[in-house]
C-alpha cells in the first residue's frame, strides 16, 4: 500500500511539473509560433521577407546578432583564459588581490553599467577627450562606437564566464602531466596546444555557451552603441510599432539560433571529453624569480585588473556627481550627496527599488518550488518524458529575454486557464512570472548538480528505518541541498533585480521596477540619480555574493 501511494505521488508531481511547464514555458512558446503564422504582420509571407538579405533589415538583424555573438565568444574566451592563465598559473605579488577584483565586473548593473562603458569610451566619453587633448586630433578618433563599442562591453563584461570556469580548471590541472610532456621532448608550445588546452575544453565549451546566449540575448549595449541591425533590436522595435506578428517572426528566429547552438555545443562537448588519470598529483604555482619578468607580469595583472574595474569607479563616481554637471568635460564638475538623499525622500525612486525586490522575491519563491521539484524528480524518479522536462526547464535560459517577454505576451493577452481566467498583460503579475519563468533554470541546475552528488542511499537508510518520504526529504534530503539551493535562488534574485531586457516589454508605469527607473532616468541625462541607482544595484549583487561565499565556505567546512 505504501509502495502504491508513493508511485501515485510521484506520477501526481510529474502530470503537475509537466503542466506547470506546458503553461508557462512551452505552450507560450509555442503561441509565440503561431502568433508569428497567422497574427497581424506575421505569416509564411513574412518569414520569406526575414530571409530577404536584400531590402529587409531582419535578415541583416540575423547576421549582425550572429557574427557579434561569435565574435564575443573569441574576445571573451581570450581575455578571460589571458588573466586565468596570468593569475593562476604565476604567483606574484598582490596576484591574490587581482584575483578578487577581476570578478567586480559581475556586479555592473545591466543597463547603468553599459551607460558607464559610454561614458568612459564613447563619443564624448572620458577617454576619448583625454587622448584626444594629449595628442591634438578629434575626440571621434579613439572614441568606440558601433559594433565596437558592442564587442568592448561583451568581453568586459562576459570574460568572467570563461576565466571561472578556466581558472577551475587550471587550479585541477597536474604539473606531472606538463613534466611527463617535456621528458619525452614535447616543447613547451607543444606541451602547451596537445595538453594543457585540451585539457580546458569542456570548460571552454561552457564559457562559450553562456557567452553567445548572453550575447545573443544582448539590448542594452547594442542600443546604446547605435547597433540596430541586432535581433533583440529588432524585436522591441517591432513591439513597439504595434507589429506583434513580426515581433513573433524574430523572436522564432532568435530562439530556434539559440537552441541549436546550444544542440551543437552540447554534441561537441560529448564528442570531446577530455579528462586526466592522473591521481594526487599536485600542481605548483610558478614562481617568477627574474626581476623583469616579475615586472612585466605584474603590470600586465595590474593594468588589466584597473582596466575591468574601471566602469564600476565610473558608476561610483557619477553617483556623487551634480545632475547636469557634465557636459563637454571629461569628468563631472560638480559633486553632491544629494543623489542618495533623494533615494530616501523620492517616493518614486524608492518605490522602484521596492517593486524590483518584491518582484524578484516572489519570483524566486516560484523558482524555488519549481526548480527543486524538477530536480528532484528527474535525479530520482524513473518515467518516460524525463528529457522533455529536463529540457523544458533549460530552455528558457537558453532563449533571450526578448523571447521570454514576447512569449508570454502572447499567451497571456488573452484570458487563460494558467492566469485563473484573465489577462495579464499589463498587470503586475506579468513581471515577475518573467522573473519566474527566466531564472528558474538557475535553481533548477544548481539542485541538479547537488543532488548528482548525493548518494541515494542516503534517503533509502532513512526510509529503512522507518521514516516516510516526506520526513526523509525534508530532515535528510533538503538539509543537505540547503547550500546549492541558496545559491541558485541568490542568483536568481540578483538577476531579476538587475533585468531590463524582458522587463521593458512587460512593466507597467503604476509599477515601475529599478531597471525601468535607472532607464528614465539616463533618458533626460540625470547620470546621477540613475548611477546612484546603479550603485544600490551593485550593493544588492555584492552582499548577495557575500551570503553565497559565506554559504560556500560554511558548506567545505562541514565537509571537513
Known amino acids: 500500500m505504501s509502495s502504491h501511494r508513493t508511485r501515485i505521488g510521484s506520477g501526481t508531481v510529474i502530470v503537475l511539473l509537466a503542466i506547470i511547464l506546458w503553461g508557462y514555458v512551452v505552450g507560450p512558446m509555442i503561441a509565440t509560433f503561431g502568433q508569428s503564422i497567422t497574427g497581424v504582420g506575421g505569416g509564411f509571407a513574412e518569414y520569406a521577407t526575414f530571409f530577404d538579405f536584400r531590402g529587409g533589415a531582419q535578415g541583416e538583424s540575423m547576421l549582425g546578432s550572429i557574427v557579434i555573438s561569435f565574435l564575443s565568444v573569441i574576445t571573451s574566451g581570450l581575455t578571460g583564459v589571458f588573466l586565468a592563465v596570468l593569475l593562476r598559473r604565476w604567483d606574484f605579488p598582490l596576484r591574490k588581490v587581482c584575483q578578487v577584483l577581476v570578478l567586480v565586473p559581475i556586479a555592473l548593473p545591466p543597463?547603468?553599467?553599459?551607460?558607464?562603458?559610454?561614458?568612459?569610451?564613447?563619443?564624448?566619453?572620458?577617454?576619448?577627450?583625454?587622448?584626444?587633448?594629449?595628442?591634438?586630433?578629434?575626440?571621434?578618433?579613439?572614441?568606440?562606437?558601433?559594433?565596437?563599442?558592442?564587442?568592448?562591453?561583451?568581453?568586459?563584461?562576459?570574460?568572467?564566464?570563461?576565466?571561472?570556469?578556466?581558472?577551475?580548471?587550471?587550479?585541477?590541472?597536474?604539473?606531472?602531466?606538463?613534466?611527463?610532456?617535456?621528458?619525452?621532448?614535447?616543447?613547451?608550445?607543444?606541451?602547451?596546444?596537445?595538453?594543457?588546452?585540451?585539457?580546458?575544453?569542456?570548460?571552454?565549451?561552457?564559457?562559450?555557451?553562456?557567452?553567445?546566449?548572453?550575447?545573443?540575448?544582448?539590448?542594452?549595449?547594442?542600443?546604446?552603441?547605435h547597433v540596430d541591425k541586432v535581433m533583440t533590436q529588432q524585436i522591441v522595435i517591432s513591439k513597439l510599432n504595434g507589429q506583434l506578428g513580426l515581433a513573433s517572426v524574430v523572436s522564432v528566429m532568435l530562439a530556434i539560433i539559440s537552441i541549436l547552438f546550444l544542440i551543437l555545443l552540447r554534441r561537441y562537448e560529448q564528442r570531446t571529453g577530455y579528462s586526466t588519470q592522473s591521481k594526487g598529483g599536485a600542481r605548483k604555482r610558478r614562481r617568477v624569480t627574474s626581476p623583469v619578468w616579475k615586472a612585466v607580469i605584474f603590470a600586465a595583472a595590474f593594468i588589466s585588473t584597473i582596466f575591468l574595474i574601471l566602469p564600476i569607479g565610473m558608476i561610483v563616481l557619477l553617483a556623487f556627481s551634480v545632475n547636469g554637471s557634465w557636459r563637454t568635460a571629461p569628468l563631472p564638475s560638480q559633486y553632491t550627496?544629494?543623489?542618495?538623499?533623494?533615494?530616501?525622500?523620492?517616493?518614486?525612486?524608492?518605490?522602484?527599488?521596492?517593486?524590483?525586490?518584491?518582484?524578484?522575491?516572489?519570483?524566486?519563491?516560484?523558482?524555488?518550488?519549481?526548480?527543486?521539484?524538477?530536480?528532484?524528480?528527474?535525479?530520482?524518479l524513473h518515467f518516460r518524458g524525463k528529457a522533455f522536462i529536463d529540457i523544458a526547464m533549460m530552455l528558457p535560459w537558453a532563449l533571450p529575454g526578448t523571447v521570454v517577454a514576447i512569449n508570454l505576451i502572447t499567451a497571456f493577452a488573452n484570458p487563460s486557464v494558467f492566469a485563473l481566467g484573465r489577462v495579464l498583460v499589463g498587470t503586475y503579475a506579468i513581471v515577475p512570472l518573467a522573473y519566474f519563468v527566466r531564472f528558474s533554470p538557475l535553481v533548477f541546475q544548481s539542485t541538479a548538480a547537488s543532488l548528482a552528488q548525493l548518494d541515494g542511499g542516503i534517503e533509502e537508510a532513512a526510509l529503512s528505518l522507518g521514516a516516510n518520504w516526506s520526513y526523509a526529504f525534508r530532515r535528510v534530503v533538503l538539509p543537505l541541498l540547503y547550500?546549492?539551493?541558496?545559491?541558485?535562488?541568490?542568483?536568481?534574485?540578483?538577476?531579476?533585480?538587475?533585468?531590463?531586457?524582458?522587463?521593458?516589454?512587460?512593466?507597467?508605469?503604476?509599477?515601475?521596477?529599478?531597471?525601468?527607473?535607472?532607464?528614465?532616468?539616463?533618458?533626460?541625462?540625470?547620470?546621477?540619480?540613475?548611477?546612484?541607482?546603479?550603485?544600490?544595484?551593485?550593493?544588492?549583487?555584492?552582499?548577495?555574493?557575500?551570503?553565497?561565499?559565506?554559504?560556500?565556505?560554511?558548506?567545505?567546512?562541514?565537509?571537513?
Open 337 to 380: 550627496i544629494q543623489n542618495f538623499v533623494g533615494l530616501l525622500h523620492d517616493p518614486k525612486n524608492w518605490s522602484a527599488i521596492m517593486n524590483s525586490i518584491e518582484m524578484s522575491a516572489i519570483a524566486v519563491g516560484g523558482a524555488i518550488l519549481l526548480g527543486v521539484t524538477s530536480a528532484y524528480v528527474i535525479a530520482r
Open 483 to 560: 547550500p546549492a539551493i541558496a545559491a541558485g535562488a541568490l542568483l536568481a534574485f540578483v538577476n531579476g533585480i538587475g533585468e531590463f531586457v524582458s522587463t521593458i516589454l512587460l512593466y507597467t508605469p503604476q509599477y515601475r521596477p529599478l531597471s525601468i527607473a535607472i532607464n528614465d532616468e539616463l533618458y533626460y541625462a540625470n547620470y546621477g540619480t540613475a548611477a546612484s541607482l546603479g550603485v544600490i544595484q551593485v550593493l544588492l549583487v555584492l552582499v548577495v555574493v557575500t551570503v553565497m561565499r559565506r554559504v560556500e565556505t560554511r558548506e567545505e567546512l562541514l565537509k571537513v
Open 111 to 225: 543597463l547603468m553599467g553599459v551607460e558607464a562603458f559610454v561614458l568612459l569610451y564613447g563619443i564624448g566619453g572620458t577617454f576619448p577627450q583625454l587622448l584626444g587633448s594629449l595628442f591634438h586630433v578629434k575626440q571621434t578618433a579613439f572614441a568606440v562606437d558601433g559594433v565596437s563599442g558592442v564587442l568592448l562591453v561583451h568581453t568586459l563584461t562576459m570574460y568572467p564566464y570563461f576565466y571561472l570556469t578556466a581558472a577551475a580548471a587550471l587550479e585541477q590541472s597536474d604539473d606531472s602531466l606538463e613534466e611527463a610532456a617535456y621528458s619525452l621532448g614535447a616543447s613547451r608550445f607543444q606541451t602547451w596546444t596537445r595538453v594543457l588546452l585540451p585539457m580546458l575544453t569542456p570548460a571552454m565549451v561552457a564559457g562559450a555557451l553562456l557567452t553567445f546566449m548572453s550575447s545573443m540575448s544582448s539590448y542594452t549595449a547594442p542600443l546604446l552603441f
